[in-house]
């Protein structure tokens, strides 16, 4: 992927929000509908429960109307909105159908780059921005319980529902934005896939071994783009999949998991929503100040990579 050109118009994220179902899963709950335990559960993907339930079009108007508020922005500022989601309530139209909810007045489209989509649609929000708009409404929502197969114990205790958005504007300058990569080997689809109007069916220690490699992968880009090297970046903020692949990826690009953000223990696999609630929970509980770097890094289905690096506040120190 190429370098950001010098003079491209930046951007900085100026609110953000999130949205959880009400209802919680616990491990134990889990157990009690299948061969499992919560000890399994935890050992293998450090997940201890998850919320289920809403839509992706509902969660994704809860999300995306805290982060207007949050920004002070009234809705008809927002120029774009960028929905990703790997699990859409209907066949289209479902970013236009926040647009309408939210009373936006803009243009609003689809992305589906699985879990990697929320890293996808914030670059492409950037490249909105590089070519005039001012601000953008960027939201990653999955609703994966909706396509797992709850008798099956091999993805059932993985997947969950969930929302994050966040705002973008435009600034003078570079903006935050300091390198990015999106990434994608189609020959691997076939060991994450769900048919339309199936369920998800996964090679799980094959999806394991790839994902760390090319979450790394995808990291190391990123990082080369900016001109940033792993010791300098404060906070990574991976796809919530399995902190055993958390760990396995911060342990390769050399960052202690203590500087990764991790909500996969409330949150398990919320796909496209992982990356934007693990960042807000970072962000609320004071781990991001002005000038930190932050490395975004994400995988999914297809198989995708997507990672970009972030300076906080942008050029702000
Ligand atoms: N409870 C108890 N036992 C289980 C369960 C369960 N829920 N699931 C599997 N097992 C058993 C297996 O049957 C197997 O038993 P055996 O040894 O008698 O054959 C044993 O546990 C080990 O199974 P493995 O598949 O080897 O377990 P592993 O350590 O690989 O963990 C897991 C499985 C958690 C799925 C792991 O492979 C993983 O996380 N893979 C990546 C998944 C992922 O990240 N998916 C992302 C999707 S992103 C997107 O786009 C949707």
């Given at each position: 992927?190429?370098a950001?050109r010098?003079g491209?118009?930046?951007?900085v994220?100026s609110?953000w929000?999130?949205?959880?179902?009400?209802?919680?899963v616990t491990?134990?709950?889990?157990?009690a509908?299948?061969?499992?335990?919560?000890?399994?559960?935890?050992a293998r993907?450090g997940?201890?429960?998850?919320r289920?339930g809403g839509?992706?079009i509902?969660l994704?108007?809860?999300s995306?109307r805290q982060?207007?508020?949050?920004?002070g922005l009234?809705?008809?500022?927002i120029?774009a909105?960028?929905l990703?989601?790997?699990t859409p309530?209907?066949?289209w139209?479902n970013?236009?159908?926040?647009?309408n909810e939210?009373?936006?007045?803009c243009?609003a489209?689809?992305v589906n780059a699985?879990?990697?989509?929320?890293?996808?649609?914030?670059?492409?929000a950037h490249g909105?921005v590089?070519m005039?708009?001012d601000r953008?409404l960027v939201i990653?929502?999955?609703?994966?319980?909706r396509?797992?197969?709850?008798?099956?114990?091999?993805?059932?205790?993985l997947?969950a529902d969930?929302?994050?958005?966040?705002v973008?504007e435009s600034?003078?300058?570079?903006g935050?934005?300091?390198?990015?990569?999106?990434d994608?080997?189609?020959?691997?689809?076939?060991?994450?896939q769900a048919?339309?109007?199936?369920t998800i069916?996964m090679e799980?220690?094959?999806?394991?071994?790839r994902a760390?490699?090319?979450?790394?992968?995808?990291a190391e880009?990123?990082m080369?783009h900016?001109?940033v090297?792993?010791?300098?970046?404060k906070?990574?903020?991976p796809?919530?999949a399995?902190?055993?692949?958390?760990?396995?990826a911060?342990d390769?690009?050399?960052i202690p998991?203590e500087r990764?953000?991790?909500v996969i223990?409330?949150?398990?696999?919320t796909?496209s929503?992982?990356i934007p609630?693990?960042?807000?929970?970072?962000?609320e509980t004071?781990r991001?100040q002005?000038?930190?770097?932050?490395?975004?890094?994400?995988?999914?289905g297809?198989?995708?990579a997507?990672?970009?690096?972030?300076?906080?506040g942008?050029?702000?120190?």
């Amino acid at each position: 992927m190429p370098a950001i050109r010098p003079g491209a118009r930046g951007a900085v994220i100026s609110g953000w929000g999130t949205a959880l179902p009400e209802k919680i899963v616990t491990n134990d709950e889990l157990a009690a509908t299948m061969d499992t335990s919560d000890e399994w559960i935890q050992a293998r993907t450090g997940i201890k429960e998850r919320r289920i339930g809403g839509t992706t079009i509902g969660l994704s108007v809860d999300s995306g109307r805290q982060a207007l508020e949050m920004a002070g922005l009234e809705p008809s500022r927002i120029d774009a909105l960028v929905l990703s989601t790997t699990t859409p309530d209907w066949q289209w139209g479902n970013a236009a159908a926040v647009q309408n909810e939210l009373d936006l007045f803009c243009g609003a489209f689809d992305v589906n780059a699985a879990c990697s989509g929320f890293v996808y649609a914030l670059v492409t929000a950037h490249g909105l921005v590089a070519m005039g708009a001012d601000r953008v409404l960027v939201i990653g929502t999955d609703t994966l319980s909706r396509i797992t197969d709850w008798d099956d114990r091999a993805t059932a205790p993985l997947f969950a529902d969930g929302s994050g958005a966040v705002v973008i504007e435009s600034v003078d300058g570079p903006g935050q934005l300091l390198g990015w990569d999106l990434d994608a080997d189609g020959s691997a689809l076939p060991i994450l896939q769900a048919d339309v109007g199936g369920t998800i069916k996964m090679e799980g220690q094959e999806v394991f071994r790839r994902a760390v490699r090319i979450m790394v992968d995808s990291a190391e880009k990123s990082m080369l783009h900016a001109g940033v090297h792993p010791e300098e970046v404060k906070l990574v903020v991976p796809h919530q999949a399995n902190i055993r692949i958390i760990q396995a990826a911060c342990d390769r690009l050399g960052i202690p998991i203590e500087r990764a953000a991790v909500v996969i223990d409330t949150t398990g696999n919320t796909s496209s929503a992982s990356i934007p609630l693990a960042m807000a929970d970072a962000l609320e509980t004071g781990r991001v100040q002005n000038g930190d770097l932050l490395l975004l890094v994400g995988f999914g289905g297809g198989m995708t990579a997507a990672s970009c690096v972030l300076r906080w506040g942008g050029g702000v120190e």
